[in-house]
DNA sequence: GCGACAG
DNA sequence: ATCTTGTCGC
């Protein structure tokens, strides 16, 4: 039996990690918990490196009601999986794990860069979070993975549906006026409306939403530290 | 077979 | 994603 407690394992080929996608779909929830109370909003990234196989990931979680950060944590892992449009998820999310065993102050949603159910098998890296981290989850992405969106208004808070052979797999969202928007879909237990109400609320004044602003530049500043920071040398003993 | 292709 | 400087525009 798979469950998504069960540890995950990240030693898969391109060809299994397909058939993985296709069975834990099945497991997806796209409906968020009745009476969901966000009050800590999270953002998960990573970053990497040219000529150098690590992934330097972090996540931030900020109030939802200020957007001002309350907690965060990072990781460096060796990155086992190549980049490959349509399994992002295998190639981050051993990173972002060893990230939310360090995070203990958890949010109640959590912000992916990447796609949800905006993917090809309706499975995109925000997906897979949420069941493996066993949390809702949003997916939020700079550019379009598959599907078409309408056309939207040019102001903020225009949205436009993303369709897919037949079917609405997300929301082009305008965050900001006169700006390309972003993708939003949902990702685990979670619904669209509320994903794009939630992406809206995040992206008060700049095209992405905080979260996804904060986590990447703490994951950049992390690389740039070489992986090393102060909460983590607390961490070493020694 | 050809083009597209999150980060 | 990363590699990289300046530059156009609000």
Request: charged letters at 25%.
């Amino acid at each position: 039996m798979e469950s998504p407690r069960t540890p995950q394992d990240w030693n898969l080929t391109p060809t299994e990690a397909v058939a993985l996608q296709k069975r834990l779909r099945e497991q997806l929830i796209l409906q968020p918990p009745p009476g969901l109370k966000v009050t800590r909003l999270g953002g998960a990234d990573i970053s990497t490196e040219k000529g150098n196989d690590t992934g330097y990931g972090g996540m931030v979680v900020l109030d939802a009601a200020t957007l001002q950060p309350v907690a965060r944590a990072m990781a460096a892992v060796p990155l086992s999986f190549p980049y490959v449009p349509g399994l992002l998820s295998f190639r981050e999310l051993p990173v972002l794990e060893a990230v939310w065993a360090r995070l203990t102050v958890r949010p109640d949603v959590l912000v992916f860069d990447g796609q949800g159910t905006a993917h090809p098998r309706r499975f995109g890296i925000a997906c897979h979070g949420g069941l493996l981290f066993d949390l809702p989850s949003i997916g939020c992405a700079k550019s379009l993975l598959v599907g078409t969106p309408g056309k939207l208004a040019e102001r903020r808070g225009a949205t436009a549906p993303i369709t897919h052979k037949g079917e609405v797999v997300g929301m082009a969202v305008r965050t900001r006026q006169g700006v390309s928007p972003v993708y939003v879909s949902p990702g685990h237990r979670m619904d669209l409306e509320t994903a794009v109400e939630w992406v809206l609320k995040a992206s008060p004044r700049y095209r992405e939403p905080e979260t996804t602003r904060h986590a990447h530049r703490l994951v950049n500043d992390f690389r740039r530290a070489g992986g090393e920071s102060a909460e983590l040398e607390e961490e070493r003993p020694g």
